[in-house]
């Protein structure tokens, strides 16, 4: 159950699992780098979305099950991110979604999306949150729960502690820390959960009181 949930995975361990009304959110640590990949299950149609197909295609492919998959969406073109996805799309047939500034640079892409479109599971609806900084075509994916509260799944954008990394370019910080400030902080309430790319989720909440600090350090 929701109350339940903490979001705690580890690399090779068992998935977290959490009940929305209307979306069952799986998080599953694959590969040497802790990423994260979400399965999204719709519970009206059983409809499901993979978001990050980051590694270790066959426990993913497990995780998917008989249910298949509609769509993968890839958060942005590092390699972390998208190692297990052109096997994964060739499996399933799933659609495999992208930001257009980041799509040139990742394995396969048959839909682009820019800022503000959205993207179904089942009947429920993903926003699509253009945050520029840790690369040119990152995304975040917005789901307004209309029984709850709002969740986020942020990609490399935005982590427990702080914003992505952009490798001490003071142009991509700027631009970074500038959209999830006005994106996700100043669009979301404090109760807001997100889902991060790699390690532990957090609440915007929770994060808040700490952007001063983040922006007057740099990175």
Same mark, same amino acid.
Not at 10 to 32: D, F, M, N, Q
Not at 177 to 193: A, C, H, N, Q
């Given at each position: 159950?929701m109350?339940?949930y903490t979001?705690? !995975?580890?690399?090779?361990?068992?998935? +977290?699992v959490?009940?929305l009304p209307g979306?069952?959110?799986t998080?599953l640590s !694959?590969?040497?780098m802790?990423n994260?990949? @979400?399965?999204?299950?719709c519970?009206s149609?059983?409809s499901q979305?993979?978001?990050?197909?980051?590694?270790e295609?066959?426990?993913?492919?497990?995780?998917?099950g008989?249910?298949g998959?509609?769509?993968v969406?890839t958060?942005?073109?590092h390699?972390?991110? $998208?190692?297990?996805?052109?096997? !994964?799309?060739?499996?399933?047939? +799933?659609?495999?979604?992208?930001?257009? #500034?980041?799509?040139?640079?990742i394995?396969v892409?048959t839909?682009?999306?820019t800022d503000?479109e959205? %993207?179904a599971?089942?009947?429920? $609806?993903? =926003? !699509? %949150?253009?945050i520029?900084?840790?690369?040119?075509?990152? %995304?975040?994916?917005?789901?307004?729960?209309?029984?709850g509260t +709002?969740?986020?799944?942020?990609? #490399?954008?935005l982590?427990?502690g702080?914003?992505?990394?952009t490798?001490?370019?003071k142009k991509?910080?700027a631009?970074l %820390?500038?959209d999830v400030?006005?994106?996700?902080?100043g669009r979301?309430?404090? #109760?807001t959960?997100? @889902?991060?790319?790699?390690?532990k #989720?957090?609440?915007?909440?929770?994060e808040r009181?700490?952007?001063? =600090?983040?922006? +007057?350090?740099g990175?």
């Amino acid at each position: 159950m929701m109350s339940d949930y903490t979001g705690d !995975v580890t690399s090779g361990g068992a998935p +977290a699992v959490r009940e929305l009304p209307g979306l069952t959110i799986t998080k599953l640590s !694959v590969g040497p780098m802790d990423n994260n990949a @979400y399965l999204l299950r719709c519970a009206s149609d059983g409809s499901q979305v993979l978001i990050d197909a980051a590694n270790e295609a066959d426990r993913l492919l497990d995780l998917i099950g008989p249910a298949g998959l509609t769509a993968v969406i890839t958060t942005h073109r590092h390699g972390d991110h $998208t190692a297990a996805l052109a096997e !994964v799309v060739r499996a399933t047939g +799933a659609e495999s979604v992208a930001h257009t #500034d980041d799509a040139p640079e990742i394995p396969v892409v048959t839909r682009t999306v820019t800022d503000g479109e959205t %993207i179904a599971v089942g009947d429920c $609806t993903l =926003e !699509v %949150i253009h945050i520029v900084g840790h690369t040119p075509g990152s %995304i975040t994916l917005a789901y307004r729960d209309p029984s709850g509260t +709002a969740h986020l799944w942020t990609g #490399d954008s935005l982590f427990p502690g702080g914003v992505g990394n952009t490798r001490g370019n003071k142009k991509n910080f700027a631009s970074l %820390i500038g959209d999830v400030e006005s994106k996700l902080f100043g669009r979301f309430p404090d #109760d807001t959960w997100f @889902y991060p790319g790699h390690g532990k #989720d957090s609440t915007l909440g929770a994060e808040r009181p700490a952007l001063p =600090e983040w922006r +007057a350090r740099g990175w």
